[in-house]
């Protein structure tokens, strides 16, 4: 299923759908808290440069850390396709760093609702292929996902 199916626009805001459940307790709470903020950038885009510049990088900081937990337990875990799993993590960071760079040329009204745009497919496409991935992979193994 596309991502453009599963998360829509109501309200000019990111709604979240149960279909990107991975039933991994602490992924659906990060998942989760990466629409808030997505909806904080969308809603800041209006507010200003400041307002939209905080909000990008509390959305950078917390996706780097949901990252970095991620490919620690892929790691831990012996997952087999972490190094490609990993590279969709790197690409998402490049894709971010280059519409911040263009945030800051340009300003908040011209690149804010791409950058929301651009998260909310990547997320959704992300959550479907690889997180989904990972964690058949480690319930095929009988273990569950306690970090990441």
């Excluded at 990111?14 to 998942?31: K, M, N, P, T, V």
């Excluded at 012996?78 to 519409?99: K, S, T």
Aim: net charge negative.
């Amino acid at each position: 299923m596309a991502s453009n199916e599963i998360v829509s626009w109501g309200n000019e805001k990111i709604e979240w759908s149960d279909d990107l459940l991975l039933q991994a307790e602490q992924d659906d709470e990060d998942h989760r808290e990466m629409f808030a903020l997505m909806n904080r950038v969308f809603s800041a885009a209006r507010l200003g440069a400041d307002v939209v510049t905080s909000a990008v990088a509390d959305l950078c900081l917390f996706t780097r850390e949901h990252f970095t937990r991620e490919q620690h337990s892929m790691e831990s875990a012996g997952y087999p396709d972490c190094e490609a799993h990993r590279y969709d993590h790197e690409y998402l960071i490049f894709q971010l760093d280059v519409l911040i760079d263009r945030l800051m040329l340009s300003g908040p009204e011209l690149v804010a609702e791409e950058l929301v745009d651009l998260l909310k497919r990547w997320l959704c496409d992300h959550i479907l292929t690889y997180d989904s991935a990972f964690v058949e992979f480690l319930r095929e193994r009988g273990r569950g996902r306690e970090v990441a």
